[in-house]
């Protein structure tokens, strides 16, 4: 069975930093991009980032490039998003998520980690 | 960036009865659509991609049409499980992914 298991999440001040784990099982871990989302509170889901299955290529929302970085450690089966300069309005659930190349749904998702940004 | 409205925001269905959500895109998206179902605290699942696949284990009483801007998810006798949010999503333009706003399913 393929799981995904997200962790990290916290409240942190406005310009902090924060790093999200996505621990995977079940399915060859570099056979599928992987993928950060996120849902703020009352909002429909926002793509944030996506990473190659041999972590090759990486693509970011605008509303995060420059300040989010996606990487992967095959050997431990993690995905990881550096999160920097954390503003109010990063605050979401953050899911992780697979999708196979050419296959642009989103499929499985973790159940997701709170990150929530005030002061 | 592509627009994704759905409606209603919320649909009251007694169970046994027929439900359609409705997802309309900005711009066309072909067939690149998928629909999501998410109950608080879980995982959203996957429903149906290519706008009218079902995915993998998902019951035949959902169903998914239509193509370009308009499209409808379909579930023709509600069950008691299926009292949730579902979200629509385009994919046709890699990776500039959009979702929609959602529709809330709950019990009249």
């Known amino acids: 069975e393929v799981q995904l298991v997200e962790s990290g999440g916290n409240l942190v001040q406005p310009g902090g930093s924060l790093r999200l784990s996505c621990a995977a099982s079940g399915f060859s871990f570099s056979t599928y991009d992987i993928d950060w989302i996120r849902q703020a509170p009352g909002k429909g889901p926002e793509w944030v980032s996506t990473?190659?299955?041999?972590?090759?290529?990486?693509f970011y929302a605008d509303s995060v490039k420059g300040r989010f970085t996606i990487s992967r450690d095959s050997s431990k089966s993690t995905l990881y998003l550096q999160m920097n300069s954390l503003r109010a309005e990063d605050t979401a659930i953050y899911y992780c998520?697979?999708?196979?190349?050419?296959?642009?749904?989103?499929?499985?998702w973790g159940q997701g980690t709170l990150v929530t940004v005030s002061s | 960036e592509i627009v994704m409205t759905q409606s209603p925001a919320t649909l009251s269905v007694s169970p046994g009865e027929r439900a359609t959500l409705s997802c309309r895109a900005s711009?066309?998206?072909?067939?690149?659509l998928a629909w999501y179902q998410h109950k608080p605290g879980q995982a959203p699942r996957l429903l149906i991609y290519?706008?009218?696949t079902r995915a993998t284990d998902i019951p035949a009483r959902f169903s998914g049409s239509g193509s370009g801007t308009e499209f409808a998810l379909t579930i023709s006798s509600l069950q008691s499980e299926d009292f949730a949010l579902y979200y629509c999503?385009?994919?046709?333009?890699?990776?500039?992914?959009?979702f929609g706003g959602g529709t809330k399913v709950e019990i009249k």
């Open positions: 998520a697979t999708h196979r190349p050419g296959n642009d749904w989103f499929d499985p």
């Open positions: 999503q385009q994919y046709n333009e890699w990776p500039q992914i959009t």
């Open positions: 990473i190659s299955g041999r972590g090759t290529y990486t």
């Open positions: 290519g706008a009218s």
């Open positions: 711009q066309s998206v072909s067939s690149n």
